[in-house]
């Protein structure tokens, strides 16, 4: 079964600082995704960003980038210039790229990051 | 575009009373479907997942059930809630092919007393 770590329940940074948020995961598949998920106070689920293993790039979205280590099975989020509105608990999830199971998220049990002014 | 809609937003249930949350989507056809709950302080847990209409696939043995009446409908139930059974409870939604992105919906806060 596969098993998302987050260490770290509670983070915050200040207002235009940067902060990572640490991600470990454990498979055995080869071909997978990761992603971080985003819930502020409102618990909407929003997407931050995505990785698809097979690609050795990391992703970057905007301020968000992630530091993706396939060998360490590690899938850490950097937040750069963070905002006020970043407030939220972040998710980190795993999902396997096998047809059937497509869709099955696997979630870490959260970060709470709080940006102070 | 694609909107997906659940309700109600927060529930307030005796124990032992029958559940019936709903989730439609609109703007897309044949989606896979998908019920998660959220514990306190925990992350989201696939409870059942649906490939089709009347197709139900559950992930852990629990007090809960879902249909899948119609192509863009999914209802999770209970026909006597548990105390146990409280929590936040997510419906989403993915298109059908080779696309790995879940878009959630709303939630609904569910407390049973």
């Known amino acids: 079964a596969q098993t998302v770590t987050q260490s770290q329940p509670e983070m915050s940074v200040q207002e235009a600082e940067t902060v990572t948020l640490s991600c470990t995961y454990d498979?055995?598949?080869?071909?997978?995704?990761l992603f971080w998920y985003k819930q502020p106070p409102s618990r909407q689920m929003i997407l931050v960003i995505r990785q698809e293993a097979y690609k050795q790039q990391n992703a970057t979205e905007n301020r968000f980038s992630v530091n993706f280590q396939k060998a360490a099975k590690s899938f850490s989020l950097k937040i750069s210039d963070s905002q006020l509105g970043d407030t939220a608990m972040y998710f980190c999830?795993?999902?396997?790229?096998?047809?059937?199971?497509?869709?099955?998220?696997?979630f870490g049990r959260g970060t709470q990051l709080t940006v102070w002014p | 575009s694609q909107t997906i809609h659940q309700w109600p937003a927060t529930l307030v249930q005796p124990v032992g009373s029958p559940l019936s949350l709903e989730c439609t989507v609109e703007?897309?056809?044949?989606?896979?479907l998908y019920w998660y709950r959220q514990a306190a302080g925990r992350g989201l847990q696939l409870l059942f997942y649906?490939?089709?209409?009347?197709?139900i696939s559950s992930e852990v043995p629990q007090n809960l059930s879902a249909s899948r009446p119609q192509d863009r409908q999914f209802i999770l139930s209970s026909k006597k809630l548990l105390l146990s059974d409280s929590g936040f409870y997510l419906c989403?939604?993915?298109?059908?092919?080779?696309?790995?992105?879940?878009?959630f919906g709303s939630g609904t806060q569910l407390s049973v007393l």
């Open positions: 989403a939604w993915r298109p059908r092919g080779a696309n790995e992105k879940l878009f």
């Open positions: 703007g897309t056809s044949n989606p896979n």
């Open positions: 498979t055995s598949e080869n071909n997978y995704y």
């Open positions: 999830a795993f999902m396997n790229d096998r047809g059937s199971t497509l869709g099955r998220l696997y």
């Open positions: 649906s490939v089709g209409i009347g197709q």
